[in-house]
């Protein structure tokens, strides 16, 4: 997530392909760490289905943000990335 944000604050233009693929390896290891916490009782078919829910509801939610706020402003969306990066840093740090 804090390199995302931070190539979103620095306007940095990727290809599409590659922007999935750090979007997909980012999903992959949060998802595992989400999955190693798993209690050993949970039906781990409701937990999975509950957790991928839960990433499409907060996806879609992250999208719709981000093309209202391009909408306003672009600089707008460049803000929220290094407050999103200053966030990341703050919880690294602390």
Same mark, same amino acid.
């Given at each position: 997530?804090?390199?995302?944000?931070?190539? #979103?604050?620095?306007?940095?233009?990727?290809?599409? @392909?590659?922007?999935? /693929?750090?979007?997909?390896?980012?999903?992959?290891?949060?998802?595992?760490? %989400?999955?190693?916490?798993?209690?050993?009782?949970?039906? *781990?078919?409701?937990?999975?289905?509950?957790?991928?829910? !839960?990433?499409?509801?907060? %996806?879609?939610?992250?999208?719709?943000? /981000?093309?209202?706020? *391009?909408?306003? *402003?672009? *600089?707008?969306?460049?803000?929220? @990335?290094? @407050?999103?990066?200053? !966030?990341?840093?703050?919880? #690294?740090?602390?």
């Amino acid at each position: 997530m804090l390199f995302r944000s931070l190539v #979103i604050a620095c306007a940095v233009r990727l290809p599409a @392909g590659i922007g999935a /693929g750090i979007v997909a390896l980012a999903g992959v290891f949060h998802g595992l760490a %989400h999955g190693a916490e798993m209690p050993l009782q949970a039906d *781990s078919i409701r937990f999975l289905a509950g957790m991928v829910l !839960g990433t499409a509801l907060l %996806h879609a939610t992250g999208v719709a943000a /981000g093309l209202a706020a *391009s909408r306003r *402003s672009a *600089s707008l969306v460049r803000w929220a @990335g290094a @407050g999103v990066v200053a !966030g990341g840093l703050a919880l #690294i740090l602390t």
